[in-house]
């Protein structure tokens, strides 16, 4: 999400707000986005990953749309403790998971479960 008031036409750094627990965007925050300027950032997406990854996933069948890709698959959603009006589900997790691995600069991977 973007920072209140932030220009959408000239977006800095920390105007990109992770969804999910509302921390800027920084080098050491690595991002990935969804659609309509949803992010969430590295550290919500080891949570994330690590609960809904396993078969079958830690968490429940999700209701209302994932706020990564806005649709309603019917799949197990994460909700953030802290933002709980965003939730991602287990495909945008996984799909997500491959982009912070594949970027040199995040520097992260996968949480063994
Ligand atoms: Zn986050
Ligand atoms: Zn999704």
Redesign the pocket.
């Known amino acids: 999400m973007h920072q209140p008031g932030a220009n959408p036409n000239d977006l800095r750094m920390e105007d990109v707000l992770c969804d999910f627990c509302a921390a800027a965007w920084t080098p050491e925050r690595a991002m990935v986005e969804?659609h309509r300027g949803s992010c969430i950032c590295h550290a919500c997406l080891a949570v994330a990953y690590a609960d809904l990854s396993p078969q079958p996933a830690r968490q429940p069948i999700g209701q209302g749309p994932?706020?990564?890709?806005l649709?309603d698959?019917g799949e197990p959603h994460w909700r953030s403790p802290v933002r709980d009006v965003a939730r991602?589900?287990r495909?945008?997790a996984r799909m997500a998971a491959v982009v912070l691995e594949r970027d040199p600069d995040a520097d992260w991977s996968r949480p063994q479960a």
């Open positions: 969804g994932c706020t990564m890709c649709e698959r991602i589900c495909r945008c």
